[in-house]
């Protein structure tokens, strides 16, 4: 009887500190002079480090509405080739701090975060690169569906050099039009 309340316990304080581990990755540090409200509206996924939450989606992308709290409200979509439809997530991201620092908190799910780091911005706010809490997630964000080649190969090599595997970048294509309702089945 013991173990399955030991094996509980356990399981409990690791869900809590995975919900807690919201810093960017070692060595990694968010822009600072941040504007959420330049930040805010829709971009583009263009590249990631491949995640179980987007595996397989193309035209994804990301709306921010900073909210009156203080929060963003987080909308996100992609398409399912495979399954013929769009997908939308819901969440709301918090700073970790002070919020002229591109450092969040995002949640989809309750009370779980995930880090959330602007490491990279244009000064016009027009692509930025994102990391999450460790190495294994990375986006580079854009206002429009492609960047110029020069633009995109110094984001890989910044990302490069602090410590992303690169090689494993996935170019997402964005080839969708914009207006394709999500809530019905595309054929």
Known sequence: MKRPRQWLLLLAAGLWLSACSTQ??????????????????????????????????????????????????VLNRGYSPQE?????AEG??????????????????GPFY????????????????????????LWILARQKHLPEHVTTRLRQQAHQLGFDTSKLIWVSQSRPDNESPQAPVK
């Open 92 to 109: 709301k991201a918090l700073f970790n701090g002070d919020p002229k620092i591109a450092s969040l908190k995002v949640s989809f799910f």
């Open 24 to 73: 960017p990755p070692t060595g990694i540090t968010p822009v600072t002079g941040f504007d959420v409200q330049r930040y805010g509206g829709k971009w583009y996924e263009l590249a990631r480090l491949d995640n179980r939450f987007e595996k397989g989606l193309t035209d994804v992308s990301a709306t921010y509405t900073p909210q009156p709290n203080g929060s963003v409200k």
């Open 114 to 137: 995930g880090g959330y780091h602007v490491i990279a911005l244009d000064p016009q706010y027009q692509w930025a690169m994102v990391a999450g809490s460790d190495h294994s997630y």
């Open 84 to 88: 013929a439809r769009w997908q939308e």
